[in-house]
């Protein structure tokens, strides 16, 4: 019954931060200074031609009723028509957003599991040398500029040792059935790999670092304790007992992270030429393409407000104290 | 008197601190015959978890023996590798922790918990190890069907029981319980002391209970070592150190304590003061600064174990004078006069 009715009170969460977040956008891009329809509209337009596309989108309906409009449209999924591709906008941001997942994806996969056992080695060998050198490393990492860093792995293994291509998802004129075909085929895997890897060496300092703190607090428990003097072996003590519950809050901090690596992804995608959501979004702002800057906008949003649903349902998962009480 | 199975003699533990290291446990020896349950009884910090767990060699990072010998069916638990020290673990020496909520891991099933010493520690197979878990549970006492059930899910009593079960899975002839019901109300305390003293004779283990509350030691404890300090300051059967006790230390406990069993002993009296500091200890006795019998040798010179009966000593210069201070101590004034 609890149960049920934490989910129902997270449900209703979500979405009223999901409205705040619908409004905000609303908001900024129609009380921004300029006219709206600027990019969209040829000098060469007559007023009354200007004035009937005004119409056309609504623009001279009064505020209120056009948030109204606004909301019904998202509600159907309906996200206007880009500016500058003159198209649906949907459309475009589904056909760039698995190129954004992908990416995302890969490289926190890779950042946390390194992330994890180099945190819980280190925090198992706590003082030795090991551990001096590499903490001041891992702190550096996370000190680096994502775009200086691509921009250096683009410099040495791209153009120096050209090991991998420099940018985008597939040769010109490569041509795949399917997106599965083109994320599967191994001609993807290197391009994917230098972005994945700037964003991985990016991210992997904070997975490793909370492994590691967490690793030295529940070392200190008692169970920890107990569990040596049961006699059991290091691997069982360390691996078991101490990694697997200084785990939980590195599995819960994976989904938020998807939060920030999108946002994260924006310089990278401009690094690596990388036709995904972060590239498209500052190209549709320099652009003045409102409907499409705002479409990227919503599902970023989205994606992150549903990676923090995601977050909370893990920690049920693999904490049974959570949802018992 | 029956077969020693466990001699700690002159053990020392220090442990590291800043540059240099603090004695908390400075040359204590006591017995534990076999079959038999000893109370380890002291104030707080008079290193009573020290030697507890000097016996399982698993000690604070910054701990270590700095002496002695701790002989156990015959072989020196300070002296044996690592390795062998290992092999003893569980198997022969168990723990029970004073709170088994911090002490079982949250995100396991009980079973679990007691499936892996089972079959981990203990070798059996999975049939084995399911049938062990039951008999286990029947033995403290817990439903079986609550073997899939995490720590929290439990009482505190019920997480007790559960940490007696653990303790006895591999049926060890040693089990060491640190303050295993100072956490828990006087009515739970009982049931769990009740159940501990059944199976220790059923089983005819010997258990060494680590209690700071003189009533736990009256209830269910054969043998009284009392610590102070770092120090024994008297040991000898229950009976004896707690109707005849023969250091003044004991003596003031005695007065400290309400009784388990409910019955008022007239007023309680704590003892005034506090315990010496162990980085810097007075020299001769150590209990003298709030002992109100003390005289002059007792701030110079340490006191000697007296055998004041045959198997019962006291570390006092005035042992020989025990029953008439013992008279003395009866009297609030008595303590009230000090400090
Ligand atoms: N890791 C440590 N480092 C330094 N000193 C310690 C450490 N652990 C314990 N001590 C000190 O050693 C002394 C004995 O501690 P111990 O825990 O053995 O006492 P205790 O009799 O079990 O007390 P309590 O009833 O509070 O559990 C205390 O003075 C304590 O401050
Ligand atoms: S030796 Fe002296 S100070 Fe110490 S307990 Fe005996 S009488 Fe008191
Ligand atoms: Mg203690």
Redesign the pocket.
Known sequence: MSHLKAAASRTLQLALVLWAVVTILFLMFRLMPGNPLAAYIDPTFTVEQQEALMAQFGLDRPLWEQYFIYLGNLLQGELGQSFRYREPVAERILALLPNTLVLTFSSLIIAYAFGILAGAYLAWRRGSAVEQAAIPLVLTTRAMPEFWLGMVLLAIFSFWLGWFPAGGTRSAGAEFDSLFALYTSGEFLTYLALPALTLAIYSQGLPLLLMRSNMLDVMKEDFVTMARIKGLSNWTVVVRHAARNALLPVMTSFAIAVGYQLQGNVVVESVFSWPGLGRELVNAVSASDYPLAQGAFLMIALVVILMNLVADMLYTLLDPRVGHA | MTETFLSVRDLKVS?R?GRGS?D?VDGVSFDVPRGSIVGLV??????????ARALTRVM?D??FISGGRMLFDGRDLAALSERDMNALRWREIAFIPQSAMNSLDPVYTVEYQLNEVLRLRGGLGRAQARKRCEELFEMVGIEVGRLRDYPHQFSGGMRQRVAIALALALNPKLVIAD?PVTALDVIVQRQILDQLRDLQRQLGISVIL?T?DISVVAYICDRTVV?YAGHVAEQGTMEATLTQPSHPYSMGLRNAFPDLQGAASGVLTPIEGAPPS?ADPPPGCRFAPRCPFSIEVCASVTPPQVEVEPGHFAACHRAGEAPALRERARHVSTWMAEA
């Open positions: 442990y601190v603090l908390a002291g104030e707080s910090g008079c290193g009573k978890t020290t030697v604070a910054n701990a303050e680590v700071h610590m162990l």
